[in-house]
């Protein structure tokens, strides 16, 4: 190859275009040569108008945000606008953050969950069990319960991949089941911890945030990383994409799948620790409740960044948006239902635009 | 023909789904009082014109439909076609096991009654019973379907297509409905298709099988890459041979010349030894690199699992590989194991088998060099995008834009973008299953060329096609499967030649067949 190869992309087109596309005439062969292979053509078809539109969808959610902050503010500029408005939204949600990309894990290959709100109450159930009734060491504790969360994935996987049993069916059940064992272990009374250094480990304030946004910062950004720049993360996307497709390119899918169901549990494991950090103790029975938003985060996500395709940044940014419009719909006065009709609406309406989106596109 | 309007007229037939033209100005003309056959290879657009007939998809606007004269609306409401007289045996006839005789007959118009719209049994037993009267079937309407063997089953399935036909009126369409068939029971289907038609209703019979075909229908409908490759010839006119010969494509249109010198013998350098799967026994082949060797033979008689078996797609029962990258058991290699030895596939199925449509052209074309070119904690994007933009330019695939996702190109550009994923890897054997199907000339020229190419720089590739244009425009060899010899050098590598012998090598394999072995 030329030096040109290494000094501009368009000279190393070109050198691509005589070097490899215009084989001499092939001895072999009395086919006439194609024509078009020796035209040179522009060297590429986007264009910036193409690529600003394809910015404004994929940021598209970011401009309803603005819209709806400003909304609020201008309605309510003394209650809204101010740093506490902003670390009420930020600062709260890490717990509903890592669920919500527990529940990512499996749908980026394809598959569905439903235990891992469960899983997150188990997990935040056994903590405080563990360490203020039977007085056990705390970090012990934390193992435990991720012990339990990784043996929930197992479950999981082992009726889902292993005996191929559908999984909405098989999460079904086992979210009850784990329920059920939370319950159990609780005796259906609420322990809680109070030990600084462990609240410090969620609470800690950097920059006017706790410590758990950033938790939840870097595991999105980790996770779009090993899914954008990690051959496993590429592979994982084409089982998502289409499971046939990652078989004849010599994928094991099935072992990505059960990969998945075991890592969701373990994120969801986390979440329960990092709950029970932030508030002490966990009620198993309200974990149901933590379902919707975070499904309504991950499908909200789809529109956003990577638009039509589960991605963890557009997860990240999705549990803010919906908080931001709860936190604000609260401030007016509206509380209690606002949250269920407000998390209920949006799944709807994030799935609807999410197909828009993905519409749009095919006719692109 | 008489001055009758037809029983089923459609004209001016068009479908594409996407980009891709399906079904291009078909038309189907169905008398009253005949059978008429429906013949076409996988792929011709034979399911598809029976989707449009029965209301499943809405054809491109423009057609024309007809039952007894009357234009029926289009996009087709299945209701309105239905009363007019069209009815639909499907494949698996659709008949519930658990139920007696007069339900499945009935099931879809039960006579109720009128107070409480409860069924009427006693009218819905004698609906039955005159129905099963009308076409001479003796069978009591009590009966459990489970309890009835095969051709009874496809009686009752025909009797409830024919429940609300005014006698020697209506149409039923048997779409391969007889193909678990055979000998006597089919026969006997036969018999009874005959007896319908006898009072003036029509039979539209979609079948692979050629001698039934020719042994029951009046006219016969070929279809061919979506168009009519023959239509309403009358039967007595054909034989077996001519109809496959139309299905398979005629030496009309020759768009590519054969390499006019053939190429300089290699030694070996890949051999398949022992190879049997599900429905193909016995293949043995050798070839050397820079070859292109074709596979073909009869449609459905097993050679379509061939580029599956060679590859690991699907495991063999037995067989070996064996490349310069190493040997490989087809038994328990996996797709991996195959990948490892340097084979690789490009299937059949683009949509469903061959690319990931939601994502992008980069993306799928760089997917089997992962492992290879990354690392473990990092793959590059700089080698993608060259890897993409290269082979955009070299297989001229358009929009010439990396980043476009796939389910926006037109099929002869998905195809080449298959094709591109797998040449980039640089394999030792390229396995290929239908590459040039439902794309149009240009892409099937590139395509065809790039195989060359491919070749010219070391690859071994094997075409398994049954497009024998293809196959004589691009192969050094071309091998013909049939079930009593295995594969065998065709003599003559002429599209003509090809199909006769595609042809010939299983006419003997029917023989054997039919007789107790």
């Not at chain 1, 994982?236 to 094991?252: H, K």
């Amino acid at each position: 190859m030329t030096l040109s190869d290494q000094t501009n992309k368009t000279s190393a087109r070109e050198s691509v275009v005589h070097g490899i596309d215009a084989p001499p005439p092939d001895p072999n062969s009395d086919l006439p040569p194609s024509a078009v292979a020796v035209t040179a053509r522009p060297a590429t078809t986007t264009t910036t108008g193409d690529r600003l539109r394809s910015i404004g969808s994929r940021y598209a959610l970011i401009g309803v945000w603005i819209v709806m902050a400003v909304v609020y503010g201008a309605i309510m500029p003394d209650k809204f606008l101010g740093t506490s408005t902003a670390q009420a939204i930020f600062g709260s949600q890490s717990a509903l953050l890592f669920l919500a990309v527990a529940a990512l894990c499996t749908f980026v290959v394809g598959e569905f969950d439903l235990s891992f709100a469960s899983v997150m109450g188990l997990s935040a159930t056994i903590i405080p069990v563990l360490s203020t009734l039977h007085h056990l060491n705390l970090a012990l504790a934390c193992l435990i319960a991720l012990l339990a969360a990784l043996g929930c994935g197992l479950i999981n996987a082992l009726f889902i991949v292993k005996l191929g049993v559908p999984s909405l069916i098989v999460t079904l059940g086992t979210a009850s089941l784990f329920l059920g064992l939370a319950e159990l272990i609780s005796s259906s009374t609420i322990v809680s911890v109070s030990n600084k250094t462990f609240s410090d480990i969620a609470l800690h304030n950097v920059l006017g945030l706790p410590l758990s946004f950033y938790y939840g910062l870097i595991l999105c950004a980790g996770f779009a990383y090993v899914l954008t720049w990690m051959p496993i993360g590429r592979h994982i996307v084409f089982v998502g994409a289409n499971r046939e497709v990652a078989r004849l390119a010599g994928i094991n899918v099935d072992r990505i799948r059960a990969g998945s169901y075991i890592v969701a549990s373990l994120v969801a494991g986390l979440a329960g620790i990092l709950l029970v950090a932030t508030v002490g103790g966990f009620d198993p029975t309200a974990s149901s409740s933590y379902l919707l938003p975070a499904l309504a985060a991950v499908f909200l996500g789809t529109a956003i960044v990577m638009p039509g395709q589960f991605n963890p940044m557009g997860t990240f940014l999705g549990i803010y948006f919906l908080e931001t419009g709860i936190l604000g719909l609260q401030l007016l006065g509206y509380t209690g239902w606002v949250q269920d009709a407000f998390y209920g609406a949006g799944l709807v309406v994030a799935v609807t635009v999410a197909s828009l989106v993905r519409n749009r596109t095919r006719t692109a | 023909m008489s001055a009758d309007p037809a029983r089923l007229q459609v004209r001016a037939l068009n479908k594409t789904f996407g980009s891709v033209q399906v079904l291009t100005d078909v038309e189907l003309t169905v008398a009253g009082g005949e059978v008429h056959g429906l013949a076409g290879q996988n792929g011709s657009g034979k399911s598809t014109l029976i989707k449009i007939l029965t209301g499943l998809y809405p054809p491109d606007p423009g057609a024309d439909y007809h039952v007894d004269g009357r234009a029926m609306r289009l996009p087709v409401r299945w209701p309105e076609v239905h009363a007019a007289g069209i009815s639909v045996v499907h494949q698996d006839l659709g008949l519930l096991d658990q139920l007696t005789v007069a339900e499945n007959i009935c099931i879809g118009g039960f006579p109720t009654s009128r107070v409480l719209g409860r069924i009427d049994r006693n009218r819905r037993d004698r609906l039955a019973t005159r129905t099963l009267e009308r076409l001479g079937v003796e069978l009591d309407p009590a009966t459990l379907v489970a309890s009835l063997n095969a051709p009874e089953r496809a009686e009752i399935a025909i009797a409830r297509a024919m429940r609300d036909h005014a006698p020697g009126g209506g149409l039923i369409i048997l779409d391969e409905s007889t193909r678990a068939l055979s000998g006597d029971d089919l026969t006997r289907i036969h018999t009874m298709l005959r007896r319908i038609t006898a009072d003036g209703s029509a039979a539209l019979l979609i079948s692979h099988n050629l001698a039934e075909l020719m042994a029951v229908t009046d006219r016969i409908t070929i279809l061919r890459d979506g168009r009519l490759a023959g239509a309403g010839l009358r039967t007595a006119d054909l034989s077996e041979e001519e109809i496959a010969r139309r299905m398979l494509g005629s030496s009309l249109g020759q768009t590519m010349a054969r390499p006019a010198t053939p190429t300089t013998v290699k030694p070996p350098t890949v051999t398949v030894t022992g190879l049997a799967g599900r429905h193909v026994r016995d293949v043995e082949f050798a070839l050397g690199a820079g070859e292109i060797l074709g596979i073909t033979g009869l449609p459905g008689n097993g050679y379509e699992e061939i580029p599956y078996l060679l590859t690991g797609a699907q495991a063999a029962t037995s067989g070996v590989i064996t490349t310069p990258a190493g040997t490989v058991d087809l038994t328990r290699a996996g797709v991996l194991g195959c990948l490892r030895a340097g084979v690789v596939l490009v299937p059949e199925r683009r949509d469903r088998d061959g690319l990931a449509f939601e994502l992008n052209l980069r993306d799928n074309i760089s997917l089997p060099a992962l492992r290879q070119r990354g690392r473990p904690w990092f793959v590059g994007r700089a080698w993608q995008r060259h890897d993409a933009e290269a082979a955009l330019d070299s297989l001229d695939i358009r929009p010439r834009n990396p980043s476009i996702l796939v389910k926006q190109l037109s099929g002869g550009n998905q195809q080449k973008v298959l094709l591109a994923k797998w040449l980039t890897r640089g394999p030792a054997v390229l396995v290929l299953h239908e590459p040039t199907q439902a794309v149009d000339v240009g892409a099937r020229r590139d395509i065809l060329h790039a195989l060359r190419r491919a070749a010219n720089s070391g690859v071994a590739v094997i075409l398994i096609s049954s497009e024998a244009e293809d196959l004589a425009a691009a192969c050094d060899r071309v091998l013909v499967y049939s079930a009593a010899s295995g594969v065998v050098d065709a003599a003559s590598t002429t599209p003509d030649g090809l199909i006769d012998q595609i042809y010939q090598a299983d006419a003997c394999r029917t023989e054997p067949e039919g007789s107790p072995a």
